[in-house]
């Protein structure tokens, strides 16, 4: 099961360290409104209990470096010279671009994630890698 626990001792494992942080962002299932919401329409969203979890550590450059249990993979990018790309770590430079683009001072990271919201089931898996 997939739990803190299990995600700080993944992070130990990798790093060989202890995370600075641990978050958890439910996946979630649209009521009504499926796909309108980016479109000017009612939603009614409900969090289910299924979720993303980093477990992470602030680093002193600009570089995020991110290992991915679910898929294991392991990929960084740089801070300030983002780049676009394909795949799974588009979802965490989007959200670096957006804040950026919002003049936040962002620090680069290391972290594991892994989940258990299915990929692709309508359960907003990459929503909820964006807000973790």
């Known amino acids: 099961m997939l739990n803190k626990q299990t995600i700080q001792q993944n992070f130990e494992n990798y790093f060989n360290?202890?995370?600075?942080?641990?978050?958890?962002?439910p996946?979630?299932?649209?009521?009504?409104?499926?796909?309108?919401?980016y479109n000017d329409g009612f939603v009614l969203p409900m969090a289910i209990d299924r979720a993303i979890?980093?477990?992470?550590?602030?680093?002193?450059?600009?570089?995020?470096?991110?290992?991915?249990?679910?898929?294991d993979l392991a990929a960084e990018?740089?801070?300030?010279?983002?780049?676009?790309?394909k795949g799974w770590l588009e979802y965490l430079k989007?959200?670096?671009?957006e804040l950026q683009n919002a003049r936040y001072k962002l620090s680069g990271w290391e972290g594991v994630i892994?989940?258990?919201?299915?990929?692709?089931?309508?359960?907003?898996?990459?929503?909820?890698?964006?807000?973790?």
């Open 17 to 25: 360290a202890k995370p600075d942080f641990i978050v958890r962002a």
């Open 27 to 37: 996946g979630r299932v649209n009521l009504i409104g499926e796909h309108t919401d």
């Open 77 to 85: 990018f740089e801070l300030d010279s983002l780049a676009q790309g």
């Open 53 to 71: 979890w980093i477990a992470l550590r602030l680093r002193k450059d600009s570089v995020v470096r991110v290992h991915t249990l679910d898929f």
């Open 94 to 97: 989007g959200v670096a671009h």
């Open 114 to 132: 892994a989940g258990d919201v299915p990929v692709g089931a309508g359960l907003s898996s990459s929503a909820a890698v964006e807000l973790a």
